[in-house]
């Protein structure tokens, strides 16, 4: 399936990179890190997927940082493109950001939380571009089917879909990796979200926590039973992220985990 311009995912196509901050911290912090990250999965033979939120709309305390908004992260985000020549990706919060975030992104992004508005699903599949759908830390893989039928209603096939983890008690997620053997079953590329999928939700308090450390591990781990594209939210110094650092991958952790897991693919497909 073609997912932007001149990049397919599934169907036998390659390994996809999708990565970047986990929101936008400044235009430099963005383009360098977009260059880093590209220039990373290039030498892997990955073809790379820029992410990062211009709003994070879901932050644990109304104190947190959110990002630049709609108007300016689209711009910042626009630069990243045409300047780093990556598609681009970003996370939608409401049905009335859809049609100005098509115009800029390649990958419209339905965030874990919001992954049941109908609303949403409905404005993103009309705007004609690819839509990634992130299932809900509450939701079993199955139920994933009804969000991607509301997408394809509006005439939109072009589907991806992210495992991210599953609420295992209080502030705390695990990963059932049948899910990905379930999703992929729904016929639409499957992706893996190796970042958020150690994340602890609110585990900070007024904050999120995570457990960055597993991360290759739960990365090798997908690989191994298949995935179209490995997800991670990546930082040059996770410590000072505005966003998420508990869960962020390294930056200088990329290179040796990305050519793992392109290894580990290359066996599960036969290569």
């Known amino acids: 399936m073609e997912i932007a311009r001149d990049l397919a995912m599934g169907g036998g196509a390659p390994l996809v990179f999708i990565a970047g901050p986990c929101v936008i911290e400044s235009e430099q ?3 360098t890190m977009a260059r880093a990250l590209s220039q990373i999965s290039g030498a892997a033979g990955v073809a790379f997927i820029f992410k990062s939120s211009f709003d994070k709309a879901n932050r644990s305390s109304v104190g947190s940082f959110r990002g630049p908004g709609l108007r300016e992260g689209l711009r910042i985000l626009e630069k ?15 049905p009335s950001q859809a049609e100005a975030a098509a ?3 390649d990958i419209l992004q339905i965030p ?12 993103a599949g009309r705007a004609g571009k690819t839509v990634n759908i992130k299932k809900g830390q509450f939701l079993s893989p199955w139920e994933l089917k009804n969000a991607i039928d509301k997408v394809r209603s509006q005439g939109n096939d072009r589907v991806l879909v992210t495992e991210r983890g599953t609420s295992f008690g209080y502030q705390n997620l695990v990963v059932d990796y049948r899910s990905l053997v379930v999703m992929r079953g729904f016929g639409f590329p499957v992706v893996m979200d190796a970042t958020h999928s150690v994340q602890h939700p609110g585990g900070l308090g007024d904050r999120s926590g995570g457990d960055a450390e597993f991360i290759p591990y739960l990365a090798r781990a997908a690989a191994a039973v298949g995935i179209d594209a490995l997800f991670c939210e990546v930082h040059d110094d996770p410590s000072a992220a505005r966003s998420d650092g508990p869960n962020a991958l390294r930056l200088d952790a990329v290179e040796p985990l990305l050519r793992a897991v ?8 036969g290569r």
């Open 112 to 123: 874990a939380f919001l992954c049941r508005q109908t609303d949403l699903l409905l404005a």
């Open 29 to 31: 912090h963005a383009l």
């Open 262 to 269: 392109v290894s580990i693919d290359a066996l599960v497909r």
């Open 80 to 94: 990243v493109r045409s300047e780093v020549g990556v598609p681009v990706l970003s996370d939608i919060h409401e």
């Open 103 to 105: 115009e800029v992104l």
